[in-house]
C-alpha cells in the first residue's frame, strides 16, 4: 500500500468532529501560515497535489506515513495535526468567596481554608486552596505530605518555616516547597493574612 493510499469517506457521513476534519483544518492553517500552496506543499513532502486537496478538505483519511510527511513539511510535531480532536475536557469555576471550606485539615482558630476546586481521576492532582489567618493562634498548624506545594502571598506578612529553613513572606512573595518537609507559619507579622497554596500530588496519592 502506497503512502497515498486512503480510504473515502463516504459522502453521507453525518457532521461532526470526525478525525479527517479536525487534520484537515489544522493541515490548511498551518499551510496558510506558512505561507505555503497546495503545490508547494504536496510537492515538498512528495504526494499528489490532488491527495492534498481531499486532506484538507476531509474527503479522505491519511496514512500515518503522509501525516508524518505532512508534519515534516509544516515543521511541526504530529500531534500538533490533531488538535482539537481531544474529547471535552473537565473544567471547574468557583465564584469569589464560593470555595468549599475544609475542616480538620490542622484547622484551628482565625485558620480559614477555602477550596478553590478540585479535579478527580488520573493526572488530576491540583489542589488549590486561599488561607486566610485573621488572628494570631496560639498553636500554628504544620503540614507533612507528599507532592510540590506553591504558596503565592496576597496579604499580610508571616514568617513561613519549611524543615529548618524559615521564609520571611510578603504580598507578591511565591514559595515552592517540597510537601515531604514539615512547613507551616511560624509567626503571623502582620494580619489579615491571605496566600495561595497550591499542592501538586503525585498520580498514586489517595487524596
Known amino acids: ?3 497515498d493510499t486512503a480510504r473515502e469517506v463516504p459522502r453521507d457521513s453525518p457532521p461532526g468532529p470526525a478525525l479527517e476534519r ?13 505561507g505555503l500552496s497546495v503545490g508547494e506543499l504536496a510537492g515538498r513532502i512528495g504526494i499528489s497535489k490532488a491527495m492534498l486537496s481531499k486532506i484538507e478538505n476531509a474527503q479522505t483519511s491519511a496514512s500515518l506515513s ?28 468557583v465564584r469569589s468567596g464560593e470555595g468549599a471550606q475544609i475542616v480538620g485539615r490542622g484547622t484551628r482558630v482565625g485558620h480559614h481554608y477555602e477550596l478553590l476546586g478540585a479535579l478527580r481521576g488520573q493526572h488530576k492532582r491540583l489542589e488549590p486552596v486561599l488561607v486566610t489567618l485573621t488572628e494570631a493562634s496560639e498553636v500554628h498548624p504544620l503540614f ?7 504558596l503565592y502571598m ?8 519549611h524543615g529548618d529553613n524559615e ?4 504580598p507578591g512573595d511565591t514559595l515552592l516547597l517540597d510537601g515531604e518537609g514539615v512547613h507551616g507559619p511560624n509567626e503571623l ?3 489579615p493574612i491571605r496566600f495561595l497554596a497550591v499542592t501538586a ?6 487524596q
Do not use: C, K
Request: zero cysteines; proline letters at 4%; glycine letters at 10%.
Open 1 to 3: 500500500m502506497s503512502d
Open 22 to 34: 479536525v487534520i484537515a483544518g489544522e493541515v490548511r492553517r498551518l499551510r496558510i501560515s506558512a
Open 66 to 93: 503522509t501525516l508524518g510527511r505532512l508534519a515534516a513539511g509544516l515543521d511541526v510535531p504530529v500531534t500538533s495535526l490533531f488538535r482539537g480532536a481531544d474529547p471535552t475536557r473537565e473544567a471547574v469555576f
Open 144 to 150: 507533612q505530605h507528599a507532592g510540590t506545594e506553591l
Open 154 to 161: 496576597l496579604e499580610g506578612e508571616m514568617i513561613y518555616g
Open 167 to 170: 521564609y520571611r513572606l510578603r
Open 189 to 191: 507579622v502582620t494580619l
Open 201 to 206: 500530588y503525585p498520580d498514586n496519592h489517595q
